[in-house]
Every structure is written in structure tokens, then in C-alpha cells.
């Protein structure tokens, strides 16, 4: 019975330290995913972001759903913009704090947001990720049971 428990220890030791992976990669050691999706559609609303080469940023929602215009509720600014050098270790996130807020949204009209502020943070030359999350409900009685986020991003060096 004791070389039994033996064995089965044995086996089962081996056997944790099999299955044990290391994902040391790019990836997953900058913390922060290397895909962009410039441009992305989450049910009737398609957000995309723009970045110009001389750092006009900007993000835009489209409702292209059937009713003629939506309403959405969301904080100070539809998105949240952030910044993550890719060469490099600084991080800007952005965030908001006033009350919440309606915008009216015009069937296949994009509704553009700048990312105001930019030019303060003084980026040196290096590669970044720009990056914009829509961050909004459906319903103003049931902001967190409809609450949306669609995340869009773009890689652009910076000279």
C-alpha cells in the first residue's frame, strides 16, 4: 500500500510539472497585446480610431442599427484614450469624472471625439499604441445592465 502512495505521489508530481507552460513571450511580457484593431463593430455600433502624424488623434462611434437615431449615456466623453509606448515604459491612461452625460447618435453618421490633451504629455520619439475605448449604455435607468465597451487601437511611430 505504501509503494502505491508512492508511485501515485510520483506521478502526480511529474505530472503538475508537465503541464506547467511558460508563456514567456512578447506578448505576455509587456502585459499589453500587440494586435490592433483600428477598426471594430460590437452589435449596432462600429468605433474606429485615427492617428495623424502630427498627433491628431481622434475616435469615432457610428450607430448603424435600424432606428434613425440612439441615444447613449456615458461619462465626460464617450471614449477613454490611453497611450502605451511600445519601445519603451511610459503608460498614459486616461479617465473621467463628470456626471452622466447623453449623446444622440444619427444612423451611419460617425460622431468624432479628439483626444484632447495630447500635445501636454510630450511623447518622445519611440513606437506607441493609441488607444480608445468606447465606454457607454443603452438604458439611463440601467447604466451598468447595458453598459457597452469597444476598444480600438493603432500603432504609429512617433518622431
Do not use: W
Not at 511558460?22 to 480610431?49: A, H, L, M, P
Not at 475616435?59 to 435600424?66: H, P, R, S, V
Request: with cysteine; charged share 25%; aromatic share 12%.
Amino acid at each position: 500500500m505504501r509503494r502505491l502512495f508512492i508511485v501515485v505521489s510520483i506521478i502526480l508530481i511529474f505530472g503538475l510539472f508537465g503541464c506547467v507552460t511558460n508563456n514567456n513571450n512578447e506578448e505576455n511580457v509587456s502585459g499589453k497585446s500587440k494586435i490592433t484593431n483600428e477598426s471594430k463593430q460590437v452589435d449596432d455600433f462600429k468605433v474606429s480610431i485615427s492617428v495623424e502624424k502630427d498627433l491628431n488623434v481622434y475616435a469615432t462611434i457610428t450607430y448603424i442599427g435600424e432606428a434613425a437615431e440612439k441615444d447613449i449615456y456615458h461619462g465626460g466623453s464617450i471614449f477613454f484614450f490611453n497611450v502605451y509606448q511600445q519601445d519603451g515604459d511610459f503608460e498614459y491612461f486616461g479617465a473621467m469624472n463628470q456626471p452622466l452625460l447623453t449623446t444622440t447618435l444619427i444612423r451611419n453618421e460617425p460622431h468624432r471625439v479628439k483626444f484632447k490633451g495630447i500635445e501636454k504629455i510630450k511623447l518622445k520619439t519611440g513606437t506607441y499604441e493609441f488607444e480608445a475605448i468606447a465606454d457607454f449604455s443603452l438604458d439611463s435607468d440601467d447604466v451598468l445592465g447595458t453598459k457597452i465597451e469597444i476598444p480600438v487601437s493603432k500603432i504609429e511611430e512617433v518622431k
